[in-house]
């Protein structure tokens, strides 16, 4: 069995690509069970966010991760191989650890990634796809990325693609005093992004939804208002700043749209944030006039300076994650002589009452008591003997050293 994980990220691959392999919430559970239906997959997650996709899985060797995520997205291999990352066993430990402490994300330190892992993985379980040996990878992925939080002030600033959009957002209007802002999607990101905004003194915030109740709910946060969505284009030139955040498959604002609501707004500049993958807003928009676009790729350059400001702490993080995937290889390795162990203590205690048995008619004279230090005397007798043994299959699985482990494992065989 092979432990392999396969992805794009926003450092390999351009949004174009990426928004082709996005998979929205409501589709995740029948792409996890379509995953670990595919030959040889034993068990399987799928990590789909705005910068990444990311397939986790456990699978034969012969198994061809590659040919399941060109299949199941209808992108041709040959358009995919450029941009695709696979990291094997000790590697892909190590990637994941990173990427749940956010050490792989665009914006370092932010805090939104480890909650779509254990989403990831919440959905995962529930259709069956995680087991024995991802559960317990994951679950190490969670304890590393708590570590990581505690242990360093990689996250004390709480930056995310959200604060980073709205700093954008102030660098073009100079002062977001009493900007108006308009939020088309009532996700976690629109919500952050429109708390940052509103903290950089951002006000009336209209809220347009597909669903409703969630826009109702999300404008009540913020004393805004909530518009139905089939009215999105009537309302949008209300707003300085429209963030975008539905994913939708197609685009919301396209370049007529941008014209118009410029017409409307009277030359006044307009401010997209299309934080989507699939994107919201058409990329041509960004040619029209008195209209900035920024995706998600756009925020690279903010983030990149995070990046540097954060340096230390991020190398601080380096260190913890590589001391746990080291720790995490020998908590395996030491799970591979477990068995053994067993074997040896069941062949041991079989042996022992055999002779027990034996002299039973011998015994049969002696009172409960001695009896009872016979047995004692006897089960002493055996764990003295099996302590060698057993201390050095747990040390040999420890160091890695398999010759010495299979060599223990034959002098004690009750094959030999």
Sequence with gaps: MSLSLLGVNHKSAPIDVRERLAIAPDQLADAIRSLVQHPGVHEGLILSTCNRVELLTEHESASDVRAFLSDYFAVPQSTLAPHLYEFREDEAVRHLFRVASSLDSLVV?????????????????????????????????????????????????????????????????????????????????????????????????????????????????????????????QHAPKADIIVTGTGSHEHLFNVRDAQEILHKRRGRPVFFIDIAVPRDVEPEVNGVDGAFVYSVDDLQQVAAENLTAR????????????????????????????????????????????????????????????????????????NKFLHAPMTGLRKSANDGDAIAVDIIRRMFSRDR
């Design 311 to 382: 340096s230390e702490e991020a190398a601080a993080a380096e260190r913890i994650v590589s001391d746990e995937v080291s720790r995490y290889q020998q908590r395996l390795q030491t799970l591979d002589a477990v068995p053994s162990i067993l074997a040896l203590q069941q062949h041991a205690e079989q042996l022992r009452l055999a002779e027990l048995d034996r002299a039973r008619a011998k015994l049969a004279a002696l009172t409960h008591e001695q009896q009872e230090a016979v047995e004692a005397m006897t089960r002493a007798m055996m």
């Design 109 to 233: 330190g932010e805090p939104q990634i480890l909650g779509q892992v254990k989403e990831s993985y919440s959905v995962a379980r529930e259709v069956g796809a995680v087991s024995s040996t991802l559960e317990r990878l994951l679950q190490s992925a969670f304890t590393v990325a708590k570590k990581v939080r505690t242990e360093t002030e990689i996250g004390s600033s709480s930056v995310s693609i959200a604060s980073v959009a709205a700093d954008l957002a102030k660098q073009i209007f100079g002062s977001l005093k009493g900007k108006q802002v308009l939020l088309v999607g009532a996700g976690k990101m629109s919500e952050l992004a429109a708390r940052h905004l509103i903290a950089q003194g951002a006000t009336g915030i209209l809220v347009a939804n597909r669903t409703p109740e969630r826009a109702q709910r999300l404008a009540e946060q913020f004393h805004g208002l909530a518009v139905p969505f089939a009215d999105l284009q």
